[in-house]
Every structure is written in C-alpha cells, then in structure tokens.
C-alpha cells in the first residue's frame, strides 16, 4: 500500500515543482527590481488584484460569462460533431463527401471568422458563441472520425460472422469503441474553446474575462491581466484534470483493456 501511495504521489510532486519553479523565478524577477512591475507585477500584487476584482464581483462575472458562452458552444459542437464524425469514419460515401469540407474549413483560422461574425450577428452572445462552434467544431468531428475509422477490423469481421447487421455493427461495436476517443478529443476541445473565446471577447464585448483583460490593458492595470490569466489557466487545469479522471469511470471497459 505504502509503495502504491509513493507512486502516486511521485507525479504530483514533480509536476508542484515545475510551478514551485516558476514562482521562485518570478519573485525573484519582480521584487529584485530587475523588470518594471508595469511589465511584470509581482506575484503579491497580482494575488492582490485577484483578490479586489473578487471582492467587487468584477471577476465572478467576468468568469460566468465567458464560462457560459463556452459550455454552449461546446455542448452544440458536440451534438454536431459526436454524431457527424461517426458516420464520416464507419461510412465511405460520408466521408469522401463531407471530409474535405471540414479539412477546408479546419485550414481557416478561427480569428477570421470573427469580423464576419460581427457583420451577421452583431457583438451578442449569438457571435462569440459561433466563433467557439466555427473553430472547435471541425477539429473535433475529424477527430471522432478518426476513432471510429481506428475501429479494429477483428471486432467488426466478428459482430458480422455472428449475425449483425450493418446498423448493429455501428451502435453496438464502432460507437463504444470511438467514444472513450471522442471523450479525449472533446477534452482537449474544451481546453481550444478558451482561446477562442477569449478572442472574441477582446475583439467586441462588454463582459467576459476576454474584456476584462482589454480593459485592464487600456488602464495599465497588468497585475489584473496576470490574475485573470491564472484564473483561465486554473479553470483548464481544473477541468481537464476532472474530465481526464472521469473518462476511467465512465468508460471502465476501454482503461480495463488498456492496462
């Protein structure tokens, strides 16, 4: 038991020291007087400001905003994707139809999209959420069609030789093989979307951490810009951490065979 508790507090340790790291080079950066704090505050100063935009709500509304514009678009992605990539990677026709499309749109830089977002739909919720949906959802449609593709000929020749039909095949033996991928690729997904956000936050918008960020530029308030980076960084290391562990509880079969 001992040795199984040393191995997985071993990871843990090494990845608090790469932080540990990073901080001691800060703090000695800032409070040796090497970098002016209006190009790097201190860690002191940025944990101060986090603190007052805490307190003044300015932070928790900031970080609801752009936390719910994400989870809409990722959760329509999602809907368009899981399914779409399916049958791209289990049906010929489908992908050789389909599959370019998205490689195209996919070459498309997502920041692009923006301005024409604006033009059709104005600065709303409606723009910066098809910003999310424009640049997530392509990646992730190729990506679950490629799980499914990866589906492993043996599995399908043996459902077949057993009396399967095509449609059995697909929602019996190709989609809980593709899903403990899609799960993957959606988490890295949600980690994209904050980008994407972000940008179209500072781009056009009242609220959001995106703005936030832009309005504390304007002001030369850089321990605010600091602070709501580290709260976008928290939040993806956070989440990523919960959607990596729940994979093993939800998909017990894939991790089972994996080990």
């Known amino acids: 038991m001992r040795t199984i508790n040393n191995l997985k507090l071993k990871p843990l340790a090494l990845a608090g020291s790469?932080?540990?790291f990073l901080l001691i080079i800060w703090l000695w950066?800032?409070?040796?007087?090497?970098?002016a704090p209006v190009l790097l505050p201190s860690p002191q100063n940025v944990f101060k400001a986090g603190q007052i935009m805490f307190q003044n709500g300015q932070l928790g509304s900031a970080f609801l905003a752009s936390g719910e514009r994400i989870m809409v678009g990722f959760l329509i992605s999602a809907a368009i994707s899981i399914p779409l990539g399916l049958l791209i990677g289990s049906y010929r026709p489908a992908?050789?139809?389909?599959?370019?499309?998205?490689?195209?749109?996919?070459?498309?830089?997502?920041?692009?999209?923006?301005?024409?977002m604006i033009v059709w739909l104005g600065i709303s919720e409606a723009q910066k959420i098809s910003v999310v949906i424009l640049a997530i959802a392509p990646y992730f449609c190729l990506m679950v069609a490629d799980a499914a593709a990866a589906t492993k000929p043996e599995l399908i020749n043996s459902a077949l030789t057993l009396g399967a039909s095509k449609s059995d095949v697909f929602w019996q033996v190709?989609?809980?093989?593709?899903?403990p991928a899609a799960w993957d690729s959606g988490r890295i997904m949600l980690g994209a979307s904050w980008s994407f956000v972000i940008i179209s936050e500072i781009v056009g918008s009242n609220n959001g951490l995106g703005h936030l960020i832009t309005e504390s530029q304007r002001y030369l308030q850089t321990?605010?810009?600091?602070?709501?980076i580290i709260i976008i960084g928290l939040?993806?290391?956070?989440?990523?951490?919960?959607?990596?562990?729940s994979s093993k509880l939800i998909f017990p079969w894939f991790h089972h065979a994996a080990n």
């Open 18 to 20: 790469g932080f540990i």
């Open 29 to 35: 950066l800032t409070n040796g007087g090497y970098i």
């Open 95 to 116: 992908r050789t139809l389909l599959a370019p499309i998205l490689a195209f749109i996919r070459y498309i830089p997502p920041s692009a999209f923006i301005p024409l």
């Open 174 to 179: 190709i989609a809980p093989h593709s899903m």
């Open 223 to 228: 321990a605010n810009i600091f602070a709501a």
């Open 235 to 245: 939040i993806g290391l956070v989440s990523d951490f919960i959607l990596h562990h």
